[in-house]
C-alpha cells in the first residue's frame, strides 16, 4: 500500500511539474521572449528607438501591431504566433512596460 501511495504521489508532482514547465513555455513572457526580444530588450526597439513599448496600455493595438508590422517591423501572422499567444504577449507587454 506504501508502495502504490508513494508512486501515486511521485507521478502526480511529475504531472503538476509538466504542467508548470507548459505554462512557463507558453507564458507571455516566454513567447515574447522567443519571438519579440531580439528588437525589443527591455521593451527598447532597435529600429526606432524612439517608439518604445513602454507605457503602451492597449492590448488589441498591440496585437495589431503584432498581425500587421510596418515602419520596419516583421508581421506576424497566426502561423508564427496563435491568437492566443498574442493575446498573451500584449498582456505581458502592458503588464512589464508601464513606464
Do not use: W
Not at 44 to 63: H, R, V
Request: net charge positive.
Amino acid at each position: 500500500m506504501k508502495k502504490q501511495f508513494i508512486t501515486a504521489a511521485v507521478l502526480v508532482s511529475f504531472s503538476m511539474m509538466s504542467v508548470a514547465a507548459f505554462a512557463a513555455e507558453n507564458s507571455g513572457e516566454a513567447i515574447f521572449n522567443a519571438k519579440c526580444f531580439a528588437c525589443h530588450p527591455d521593451g527598447g526597439n532597435i529600429m526606432k528607438p524612439s517608439e518604445t513599448l513602454k507605457g503602451i496600455k492597449d492590448t488589441k493595438k498591440i496585437i495589431s501591431k503584432i498581425r500587421k508590422g510596418g515602419g520596419g517591423m516583421t508581421a506576424f501572422d497566426a502561423k508564427s504566433i496563435s491568437d492566443a499567444d498574442a493575446k498573451l504577449v500584449a498582456a505581458y507587454i502592458v503588464k512589464t512596460f508601464k513606464k
